[in-house]
């Protein structure tokens, strides 16, 4: 098969979002959403960095209104989006977005803070178009999530074992794993691992398997 | 995996419509069956046909720059006294309904793009009626719109950022005029040359928007589409043929959509977007 920019019809009629642009709202509230499953839980505390076009256009767009709505756990596709500044506002979350004018490597470019007590978490996310997202930077360590592909997202206690007993889950299933980021907070405290893998089967099992085992506090699935 | 018009239209022939065929190809490319490919299909008929409706009664856009006229086009279409078609002028009004709706934040579903959300479900939802569509057959007119859509995406472009509003409206409009010709009853070929026919009359034409909003002119460009597509599927249906073929014309989009400078695409610094009035109400807008 040659290598084809678009290979699905969804990807022609679809997704079904709210407005008013795929790049600076749709792929504005994945990232939200993907930055709270990797959080785990509601903050108390959220700051959004915005960079160049992001920064430039933010409110015409919708991208803050967006990236908030992500981060309470809305998808792109959630009609209550654009409440979503009142609804962190009535939850007693404090929001503050700062434009930036640093130059980075994408214009479409955030890095967010979100903070419960202790528990902090900065993830750097990019939205490339059409909807789609890339995470580059979690706590400060590069990486490269496409987030494009079946992706599982768990939050742990960070103690022995909890890697052989996830990939264990995906070796029995017969599901090869693509690439696997594991970093934490601090030592003995939350973990978190992120698994990119080849298939999308057996994914509502697997999630509930997931959850099953001791010291896994939180389990997400993207496709 | 079909790659270009031609390729589309020739497969189409070993299928009992393109609607088969695009739905075989996907769940080829994607491992998901058919009926679950069908029911993802559904649910985006559901979002337009949702999207029309609250369109229609009225909307107003964040920046209060857009909203209203989808409602002014139904009063208008009620009262009975217009120059052109009530099928076309349904179009428009669907069409404006969608993306205000879009503008206004609401839910759509993008076909291809957010900006270009208006045209397929304006002239779907105007024609669904008088042409006896079923459900089903409407699900079908979406997966024909797709698999052309595909054709044009892969060899030209989609996006405002890359080939200007050609690329968005002009292509929404070309993939509707070919899902029009089809549920009308006519061939893949004649569906090929209502692409031709678009196409050709949208070549050129500049993404521009007003202080970076998918606004001004974004929601009457999609109106105007909607009515362009109605009239390429009625020539093709007439018999009329594209002298240039159609992926001849697909790669003459894309080879304008590569010539056009940056400031015709998506980044609001030509055309109407920096006229005196579109500067005076950035400014107002953004304050800045």
Redesign the interface.
């Known amino acids: 098969?040659?290598d084809?920019?678009?290979?699905?019809?969804?990807?022609?009629?679809?997704?079904?979002?709210?407005?008013?642009?795929?790049s600076h709202?749709?792929g504005a509230a994945r990232i939200g959403k993907v930055v709270r499953s990797i959080f785990g839980e509601e903050p108390e505390k959220i700051t959004i960095d915005l960079y160049e076009s992001f920064a430039?256009?933010y409110?015409?767009?919708?991208t803050d209104?967006a990236i908030v709505g992500g981060l309470l756990g809305m998808k792109p596709?959630n009609?209550r989006?654009?409440d979503s500044l009142k609804i962190a506002y009535d939850k007693g979350i404090k929001v503050a977005f700062v434009p930036k004018s640093d130059k980075v490597d994408h214009p479409n470019t955030t890095k967010i803070t979100m903070t419960k007590g202790d528990h902090s978490l900065t993830v750097t996310g990019v939205s490339i178009?059409?909807?789609n997202i890339q995470i580059s930077e979690i706590n400060g360590f590069k990486i490269s999530l496409s987030m494009g592909t079946p992706t599982y997202i768990t939050i742990q206690q960070d103690v022995a074992g909890m890697i052989a007993q996830v990939t264990d889950i995906f070796y029995d299933r017969d599901i090869n794993i693509g690439t696997m980021t594991v970093t934490r907070e601090s030592k003995g405290e939350k973990s978190i691992m992120i698994i990119e893998v080849d298939d999308?089967k057996d994914h509502e099992e697997i999630l509930k398997q997931l959850k099953e085992i001791k010291n896994i506090e939180n389990t997400t699935f993207f496709e | 995996m079909f790659y270009t018009v031609k390729d589309l239209i020739e497969q189409s022939h070993d299928y009992p419509s393109i609607a088969d065929l695009m739905i075989t190809v996907e769940s080829e490319n994607t491992g998901r069956d058919k009926d679950k490919i069908r029911s993802l299909m559904e649910c985006n008929l559901e979002a337009m046909e949702k999207s029309v409706k609250e369109g229609i009664k009225g909307v107003k856009s964040v920046t209060g720059l857009t909203g209203g006229d989808a409602k002014r086009m139904d009063q208008y279409i009620d009262d009975g006294d217009f120059l052109s078609g009530k099928p076309i002028l349904e179009a428009v009004r669907n069409a404006i309904a969608v993306n205000e709706v879009n503008a206004k934040m609401g839910l759509i579903c993008a076909t291809p793009t957010a900006g270009s959300a208006g045209v397929l479900a304006g002239v779907l939802m105007a024609v669904r009626d008088r042409l006896k569509m079923t459900k089903d057959e409407q699900v079908d007119f979406l997966f024909v719109a797709g698999a052309f859509g595909l054709a044009i995406a892969n060899n030209s472009s989609i996006a405002g950022a890359e080939g200007g509003c050609q690329a968005e409206v002009g292509s929404a409009s070309a993939m509707a005029a070919a899902a029009l010709v089809c549920a009308k009853g006519g061939t893949a070929e004649q569906a090929g040359y209502a692409i031709a026919i678009t196409l050709q009359n949208m070549m050129g034409l500049i993404c521009d928007p007003v202080a970076g909003l998918v606004e001004v002119p974004c929601v009457k460009r999609n109106a105007l589409g909607s009515s362009q597509a109605m009239i390429s599927a009625d020539m093709a249906l007439a018999g009329i043929k594209s002298v240039i073929p159609v992926d001849e014309v697909v790669d003459a989009m894309r080879r304008v959509g590569q010539q056009m400078p940056s400031i015709f695409k998506e980044t609001a610094e030509g055309g109407v977007a920096t006229t005196p009035t579109a500067l005076k109400l950035k400014k107002e807008i953004f304050g800045e």
């Open positions: 098969m040659k084809l920019r678009f290979n699905s019809v969804f990807d022609i009629i679809g997704p079904v979002m709210v407005g008013p642009s795929s709202t749709a430039k256009t409110r015409g767009h919708g209104v596709d009609d989006l654009s178009g059409g909807g999308r």
